[in-house]
């Protein structure tokens, strides 16, 4: 799932461990999430979008698959 | 109207008290017992009973002395280090409750028993080939379909609480 995390991550001037610090996940979750390679879960997206002050749907960019 | 629980009720107290201890030096013990069946499981073996019956039971006391030992010593090596580096311990803490991490490990289970279920029946049937006791092969197949329908029950299970 595409994201806009790094971005919003960055702008915020907040380094990965930071980040996981203070969502209490590791730093390579951080970083799956980052590159799209794995999907949070409910919980956890909700965790980041209220750590930023954002909704879910402002950092994580729902697409349907088209087959 | 007091709820009388079973911590309420002095009897219980101590009890409870005494597995709190326990809890702390549940390591310990645990150490101990360990090294009692490793030091124990050869002395056996000079016993007449145990040589012509229960042959292997020394062996396995040892073997189960070994893990108990490595457990316990490994688990009190561990906590000695928390004490002196407790940012290792939240770190760790994190680490294993990180929903990555218990995804990824939930998924490499489940694709090793997987493989399990086709190696272990290969196993069965070499054995059954190979000619050796029907009490062993029957065994196996029992610890098998145990393993088999222990899976079945749970995904049953947890389509009704899911």
């Not at chain 1, 590159?35 to 402002?58: C, D, H």
């Not at chain 2, 709190?20 to 016993?47: E, H, V």
Request: proline residues 3%; hydrophobic residues 40%.
């Amino acid at each position: 799932m595409k994201n806009r995390l790094e971005e919003i991550r960055k702008q915020r001037g907040i380094n990965q461990e930071e980040l996981a610090a203070a969502l209490e996940v590791s730093r390579q979750t951080i970083g799956s999430l980052e590159n799209g390679r794995y999907n949070p879960s409910i919980i956890l997206a909700f965790k980041i979008a209220r750590f930023f002050g954002t909704t879910i749907e402002q950092i994580f960019i729902y697409e349907e698959e088209t087959k | 109207m007091k709820r009388y629980t079973p911590t309420c009720i002095p009897k219980f107290r101590s009890l409870r008290m005494g597995v709190l201890r326990t809890k702390r030096y549940k390591n310990y013990l645990i150490t101990a017992a360990g090294l009692i069946l490793i030091i124990g499981g050869p002395a056996l073996s000079y016993i007449e009973f145990f040589q012509e019956s229960l042959k292997g039971l020394p062996y396995g006391l040892i073997g189960i002395g070994c893990g108990m030992f490595g457990y316990g010593f490994g688990e009190l090596y561990t906590k000695r280090v928390y004490r002196k580096h407790p940012d290792i311990e939240h770190q760790n803490e994190i680490n294993k409750n990180d929903e990555r991490n218990i995804t990824l490990g939930n998924i490499a289970k489940a694709k090793a028993f997987n493989i399990m279920t086709y190696v272990f029946g290969a196993v069965i049937l070499a054995f059954g080939f190979m000619g050796i006791s029907p009490e062993i092969v029957l065994t196996l197949v029992a610890v098998y379909l145990f393993v088999e329908i222990y899976a079945v029950y749970n995904r049953i299970r947890l389509e009704k609480e899911l």
